[in-house]
């Protein structure tokens, strides 16, 4: 019974539960830009597009990746992510473009709760954004 129970609890302690975010700065030729248009959704102050590109000049500033576990305690959408908002403002960006998407067997997510462990399986998934800066015309 111990023996479980310190295989649960080092489950639960080893599991990682929230967003992690890492940004990535853009260094480079061809870092203004003007795009074709795509859809969008703002949120946070922030425009997250989930497809193209701002249709209007913008420069890149780097890329944000984000992972996070769909069935952990800290659920959350990645597009319209106050945490995300906050970092590329931050950052002086004015809006996330969406680059890719993987989703990747994460393991599992336990609980111990009146003596009972429940251990749920939960998936990783990772978005890369570029962060970007309107520039007006």
Same mark, same amino acid.
């Given at each position: ?34 795009? #074709? ?9 922030? &425009? ?15 890329? #944000?990746? &984000? ?6 305690? @800290? ?40 003596? @009972? ?5 939960? &998936? ?7 962060? @970007?800066?309107?520039?007006? &015309?």
């Amino acid at each position: 019974m111990l023996r479980t129970l310190t295989m649960a609890l080092a489950l639960v302690i080893s599991s990682p539960v929230s967003a992690k975010i890492e940004f990535a700065a853009y260094d480079g030729p061809g870092a203004v830009q003007t795009g #074709l248009g795509g859809t969008k959704i703002t949120k946070n102050g922030i &425009d997250f597009w989930t497809t193209g590109s701002p249709p209007r000049r913008y420069r890149i500033l780097g890329n #944000l990746l &984000d992972r996070r576990y769909s069935q952990s305690m @800290v659920k959350g959408d990645t597009v319209g992510s106050s945490k995300l908002a906050k970092r590329a403002m931050q950052l002086g960006g004015n809006a996330l473009i969406v680059m890719s998407q993987t989703q990747i067997d994460g393991g599992a997510v336990g609980t111990f709760n009146a003596g @009972v462990f429940t251990a749920m399986p939960t &998936d990783k998934t990772m978005t890369i954004f570029q962060v @970007v800066q309107y520039i007006a &015309d």
